[in-house]
């Protein structure tokens, strides 16, 4: 059998990738809003269920850009996410990407509680009282604890992207985060990821500039 390549520019294969989504998706008519955050999920993915189990909160797109204009900052529940969020970009508006899971005080403070590091990485997180994005790819353990201080009132997030992957409390962990009045940004279902996570933190920042600097 023959196999054939296509000849694309390195420049271009991003350009490229984005044309065959489109033309896969076919007649399918996304939110205008929401279709760079739907197409970046498959683009990473390769999955094209993320065009119907990704779910929006009301006006959240807009919400989530103007957080990040005036500096809000993005905490990830791992080192993976935040290696893949683009730091420039966010720096550009004053914003930091933080992951508190390998400090030692959250490991003693996990060890102490009986809890996840995940669990103690939102809690070292929510008592630095900066305007804060959560982008949560792994651990449904983060999303049930911004869940609960969100409803003790001890938290109030810009944005709260739960796309945890896995099996144990995964669903539940997302439906929690959809009964709050957060906004929210949420891959329903079991599927998700780090890079999930990343990539809709630079779906939102490309929206705002494309530079990719």
Request: hydrophobic share 40%; net charge negative.
């Amino acid at each position: 059998m023959k196999i054939e390549l296509e000849n694309v520019l390195p420049m271009d294969i991003e350009r490229r990738s984005f044309e065959i989504i489109t033309q896969e998706l076919g007649d399918r008519k996304l939110d205008p809003e929401q279709e760079l955050i739907i197409k970046r999920c498959i683009h990473t993915s390769a999955d094209f269920e993320y065009a119907d189990s990704l779910c929006f909160s009301e006006n959240v797109v807009e919400k989530a850009m103007e957080a990040l204009k005036r500096g809000a900052s993005i905490v990830t529940d791992t080192q993976m996410a935040k290696a893949g969020i683009n730091k420039r970009a966010l720096a550009r508006y004053g914003g930091e990407v933080y992951c508190f899971v390998a400090d030692e005080d959250v490991a003693q403070a996990a060890k102490a509680n009986g809890t996840t590091r995940s669990t103690a990485n939102i809690d070292k997180a929510a008592a630095m009282g900066k305007p804060l994005i959560f982008a949560i790819g792994n651990a449904p353990t983060a999303l049930v604890r911004i869940y609960e201080l969100v409803e003790e009132g001890k938290l109030n997030p810009e944005l709260v992207i739960g796309v945890p992957v896995g099996f144990v409390n995964v669903v539940q962990s997302k439906e929690l985060i959809m009964q709050t009045d957060v906004p929210y940004i949420v891959a329903r279902g079991r599927k998700g990821g780090s890079n999930i996570a990343a990539c809709i933190c630079n779906a939102l920042l490309y929206k705002i500039d494309n530079r990719r600097d």
